[in-house]
């Protein structure tokens, strides 16, 4: 059996080594539009900072040690379900038994021009060696992020870190889709406080970036122009999905998926940020771009490839900022009841239906996070720890004597 996965990110790695665990016989070809080893995209930061070598995650022989037909720098272009082949630029063609999507998805934000050179895309090494290099050679001084979503966030605090002086346009919130409005305005004030320039409301809102070629500045709508040497664009994620144009694979803002990964093609699935999955909690569909959803997907689809029908339970919506001075991690949804604790400068907001929680801001103070993860997918009664949820000191050790205590597993954030 020939399986191909499009992708080497953390979802399509993790096909890889679930298919070669249990398979030493099956033929595996990956295919990586960039031109490195797969790498972890956490690493990311640190190599910005700092300068020092890429950890490529599962080491430079991992696809030695797989014994992968790896193909770096090999952008697909097209997939055709009915002769089983996907295309790359270059005009080759490879067949496949078994096709996995694992292409993720892109920085974008909608306005005219966003198409321009000099708009960074921070989801990839390849997309981010430009800016390293101009900042490194002092060629940029100033940036601009349109849009506040996490990685937005996430990028200004790295670019103010690398002595960039930095202003953010927050048209309404900052992490609006994942943020109540006060945690929003906790957090706002934590990132004016590291000397982010934040413009909001009206003053923030950007119609076009101009320029010729590169772009130049940032247009508003109030007509006035706001210049830098580099932008980013980070309203929101954007699943590579133009591969797919008249593939007649089913796709909305995402590949559509049922809950065994697959697609509308028997021999073909998808899988982490590219992947339109099911949440956890609220059962609204979308895709949840984050490592730990990533690496569930990649285990699920590989064990369904080997033939042993596994079922995926859901994504779950969560993020988190844990770098660059910023603890912030949220999960879940926001609505029913509403626990809240404000103490020493941290923040703790919970929230339940039908003695269940269904969600949790954690700002400032970030410990509880894996618990409070493993309690919302566990959909259990808190009745007899409610009390103890918002205390500082919040662990496991809650938990003895109660209903709640077996198998309380940590997991991954």
Known sequence: MKIVIIGAGPAGVTVAETLREHDDQCEIVMLSGEPYPPYSPPALIEYFLTGKPLHFWKGEDFTTRLNLDYHPGQRVIEVHPQRQQVGLAGGEKITYDQLVIAAGGRLYTP?????????????????????????????????????????????????????????????????????????????????????????????????????????????????????????????????????????????????????????????????????????????????????????????????????QDRMYTGADSMNSLKHLGLPVIAAGMMEGEELRMCRNGNLRKLWLKDDRLVGFRLAGDVRGAGIFLNLIRRSVDITPIREALLEPNFSFACLAGTALAPEMNMPEL
């Open 111 to 307: 306005i005219d021009g966003s198409e321009k050179e000099g708009i960074h895309n921070f989801k990839s090494l390849m997309a981010g060696e430009d800016l390293l290099d101009r900042v490194r050679g002092k060629k940029v001084k100033t940036a601009i992020i349109v849009g506040a979503g996490f990685i937005g966030v996430e990028v200004a605090l790295l670019l103010k870190e690398m002595g960039l002086a930095v202003t953010m346009l927050v048209r309404s919130r900052v992490m609006r889709s994942m943020l109540d409005p006060e945690t929003a305005q906790f957090v706002l004030k934590m990132m004016q406080e590291r000397g982010l320039d934040i413009l909001q409301g009206d003053d923030a809102d950007a119609t076009a970036f101009l320029g010729g070629e590169r772009a130049e500045a940032v247009q508003m709508r109030s007509g006035k122009e706001i210049t830098a040497d580099l932008f980013v664009a980070a309203t929101g994620l954007k699943p590579n999905i133009e591969l797919l144009a008249g593939s007649g694979i089913e796709t909305d803002w995402g590949v559509l998926v049922d809950d065994h990964l697959c697609t509308n093609f028997s021999n073909v699935y998808a899988v982490g940020d590219i992947a339109e999955t099911t949440d956890r909690v609220s059962g609204r569909r979308y895709a949840h771009a984050n490592y730990p959803n990533a690496v569930g997907q990649g285990r699920v689809v590989g064990f369904n490839i080997l033939g």
